[in-house]
């Protein structure tokens, strides 16, 4: 299947800092991306898709200025948490749709865990 | 009503045994279904899709009632390496390709 990478794998960070997650289609181009967080116990969330060229389009309650995306190619796009607190720590991964033989999908990076102290 | 919901667990069963998880969904008009599998600490990964007539890959065989609105996964001859959360994921309407995730079901296969 189609892989997705994500950088880093894991960060752990100081209140008010920014992080930098980056999510990238290895062996394939993605015009859309997504990103999702994931807390202990819970379901994936979707955040907000990411379509390249143009603004993410963020889920309700996702505050965009907090959580800037940007997909300036068609193999990466970034997810910046701005001033991190420790309730945003979490588990955040990124997918890609692939669209193939009549049939879409979405693959999934391994996911960047956020530790915020 | 959550849109998607899905029994927790953990379903813990012996190994080579057949188990069974349901899925239901809200919304009448949802238009695409997977199961998908997601380890301890890791990224889900596709299982399979679901289809309106059922499909069957080896061991693991996928259900639509859209009477009902629910989707089942059923699996046979469990092994150990079954034991992951696998989570149901609806694409609610046409025109959008959102996944929409349920909580996930734990099943634990026992030696």
């Known amino acids: 299947g189609a892989v997705v990478s994500q950088h880093p794998s894991r960060v752990i960070c100081k209140s008010g800092t920014s992080v930098k997650i980056e999510c990238r289609s290895l062996?394939?181009?993605?015009?859309?991306m997504f990103w999702y967080r994931q807390f202990p116990k819970q379901s994936l969330m979707l955040m907000a898709t990411s379509n390249e060229g143009s603004k993410a389009t963020y889920e309700q309650g996702v505050e965009k200025d907090k959580f800037l995306i940007n997909h300036a190619s068609l193999t990466l796009s970034t997810l910046t948490v701005t001033s991190a607190h420790p309730e945003d720590s979490s588990f955040y991964i990124c997918?890609?749709?692939?669209?193939?033989?009549?049939?879409?999908?979405?693959?999934f990076g391994p996911g960047t865990r956020l530790l915020v102290l | 009503r959550k849109e998607v919901e899905q029994d927790p667990g953990p379903f813990n069963v012996p190994e080579g045994a057949t188990v069974a998880f349901n899925c239901t969904y809200s919304n009448s008009a949802s238009q695409s279904f997977f199961w998908y599998r997601q380890d301890c600490r890791k990224e889900p990964k596709l299982l399979m899709s679901v289809y309106s007539s059922g499909n069957e890959d080896g061991r693991f065989t996928a259900q639509l009632n859209r009477a009902s609105q629910y989707i089942s996964l059923l699996i046979r001859d469990s092994k150990l390496s079954d034991s992951a959360t696998y989570l149901c994921v609806v694409i609610p309407t046409s025109g959008t390709y959102k996944y929409i995730f349920g909580t996930g079901t734990r099943l634990k296969v026992l030696a």
């Open positions: 997918s890609a749709r692939v669209i193939g033989g009549g049939e879409e999908t979405q693959y």
């Open positions: 062996d394939f181009q993605a015009t859309t």
